[in-house]
């Protein structure tokens, strides 16, 4: 039931209840610096300094729970705060928390295959130039062997990590006008490559997940440096598998 007093829970079509944004604060205000709203936020403005989410490109999601953490669309990803972050549960899809003025990122659908497809508990979305860079020398996939970093790259499909002589596959993904018809390509070689921890995206950038925001943003880098480093052996015509 609804009643007319200003603390009245909001409904939606459905008779979901939806908190009004003072109330829904709760579930974003906390000095906790672990908190997702405050981690997209910390996490953002370093990814900004690597040029991963310039020119309000990329993003990053966290899931806690039921609960999905979503920045919001076109803005200067360096500078949101807490309040500026959407808030969804995951089983129902409904948002939790609307803020005013502004849209949810348009790479939600992108975080949430990684969600229900791999139960991850957070996804990252950058627009690295090293990414891009490789989208444009490989043409199906990305590979490399024999660097260390390597290492750092989960076998998802089985327990551990890649070993330094194991060859790393990325699949790609051809870019799309709007960022949502990425979702059913993307959907799709999640499926077809059980054993990614990431989908590249031609011409565009990059989605990487984990098991926690921690090791998607551990994930992330050391692709990254494999990435960089990939451009720089095909620049010397070094094959970057052995
Ligand atoms: C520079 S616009 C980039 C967007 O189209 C998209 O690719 C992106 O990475 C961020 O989308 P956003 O909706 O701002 O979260
Ligand atoms: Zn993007």
Redesign the pocket.
């Known amino acids: 039931m609804v009643c007319n007093c200003s603390h009245s829970a909001k409904q939606d079509e459905s008779g979901a209840a939806k908190l009004p944004e003072s109330e829904s604060d709760s579930l974003i205000l906390s000095d906790d610096p672990n908190h997702p709203a405050n981690l997209i936020c910390e996490l953002c403005k370093n990814f900004y300094v690597n040029g991963w989410v310039t020119?309000?490109?990329?993003?990053v999601s966290i899931r806690d729970g039921d609960k999905v953490f979503i920045?919001p669309?076109?803005?200067q990803k360096e500078r949101m705060l807490p309040e500026n972050i959407f808030v969804m549960s995951l089983n129902s899809k409904k948002y939790l928390r609307e803020p005013i003025s502004l849209k949810p990122?348009?790479?939600t659908p992108l975080f949430l295959a990684s969600y229900d497809l791999r139960g991850s508990g957070g996804c990252i979305?950058t627009?690295s130039q090293n990414a891009v860079m490789c989208t444009l020398l490989f043409d199906d996939v990305f590979e490399i062997s024999h660097v260390e970093q390597i290492k750092a790259i989960p076998r998802i499909t089985e327990a551990g990590y890649l070993n330094y002589n194991d060859k790393l596959v990325i699949p790609i993904i051809e870019n799309t006008n709007f960022?949502q018809d990425l979702e059913d390509p993307l959907k799709e070689i999640i499926k077809k490559y059980p054993g990614t921890t990431a989908v590249l995206v031609r011409r565009?950038?990059i989605y990487v997940w984990g098991e926690t925001v921690w090791k998607a943003k551990i994930y992330n880098e050391a692709i990254d440096y494999l990435l960089e480093l990939a451009v720089k052996m095909k620049l010397h015509g070094i094959p970057t598998v052995k």
């Open positions: 020119g309000t490109g990329g993003g920045a669309s076109g803005v990122s348009s790479c979305h627009h960022e565009h950038g």
